[in-house]
């Protein structure tokens, strides 16, 4: 079956535009997180969507950063006015529960340049 | 809280030598433990993980690893390498639905 996709695969922006990733999670899987990825880093957790409750934004850097999920499908997350420092691998994934056992499925990622 | 210490950035190992990557943890609860390497410009995909039971855990790819309640660690071994499984190897771990992440091991596997 088909697997986490994102889009676009890559991204080259100027300093001070908006830019929005999508992420498409795995049909079924209630939870869906998004990380940022910056070179040579671990895994920065950004946000978590679980089903129809509100998310969990504690990881978000700045008021510049936000997410949408629609339902249980696709997420999109915007990074307003963005600066060099959020060059970076965005990375989505989701998961059949929000339990901690579960396994993650991770998309290809996004990499987005900010000149 | 909790915290994931991956010791080595790279390992750098011949083709069919055995190799160890370290992880340790810092947690004050019972964690569950997870192993996901990443290929070249791919996401990360599970190798194995440790919920409960038996402590070695065996995953895909001829790799294994040892949750080690007594030292916090939870190494990942292979006996012998091949050159496809040069990648980012990430430790994670989790209680509850946000996981923490090590920083990650490059592997380089030479022929």
């Known amino acids: 079956g088909a697997g986490v996709s994102q889009s676009p695969s890559n991204k080259v922006t100027e300093k001070g535009k908006d830019v929005e990733l999508r992420c498409d999670p795995i049909?079924?899987?209630?939870?869906l997180y998004w990380y940022r990825q910056r070179l040579g880093q671990g895994l920065e957790f950004l946000i978590y969507?679980?089903?129809?409750?509100?998310?969990?934004k504690s990881g978000l850097p700045s008021d510049r950063f936000s997410a949408e999920r629609t339902g249980e499908s696709v997420s999109t997350l915007t990074i307003q006015r963005t600066q060099q420092e959020d060059s970076a691998v965005y990375l989505c994934?989701?998961?059949?529960?929000?339990?901690?056992?579960?396994?993650?499925?991770f998309g290809p990622g996004t990499r987005l340049t900010v000149l | 809280a909790q915290s994931v210490t991956q010791l080595d950035s790279q390992v750098p190992v011949f083709e069919e030598a055995p190799v160890e990557l370290r992880c340790n943890y810092s947690?004050?609860?019972?964690?569950?433990l997870f192993w996901y390497v990443q290929y070249p410009n791919q996401g990360l995909q599970l190798l194995l993980k440790?919920?409960?039971?038996?402590?070695l855990v065996k995953g895909i790819n001829g790799f294994e690893a040892e949750f080690n309640k007594s030292q916090t660690s939870f190494h990942l071994r292979k006996p012998s390498v091949h050159i496809s499984d040069t990648a980012e190897y990430f430790c994670?771990?989790?209680?509850?639905?946000?996981?923490?992440f090590g920083r990650g091991t490059s592997l380089i596997v030479h022929p």
């Open positions: 947690s004050s609860v019972s964690v569950y």
């Open positions: 440790y919920l409960s039971g038996s402590t």
């Open positions: 994934a989701s998961s059949l529960g929000s339990g901690g056992h579960n396994e993650q499925f």
């Open positions: 969507f679980q089903g129809n409750s509100a998310p969990d």
């Open positions: 049909s079924g899987h209630t939870a």
């Open positions: 994670a771990v989790s209680k509850s639905y946000i996981p923490t």
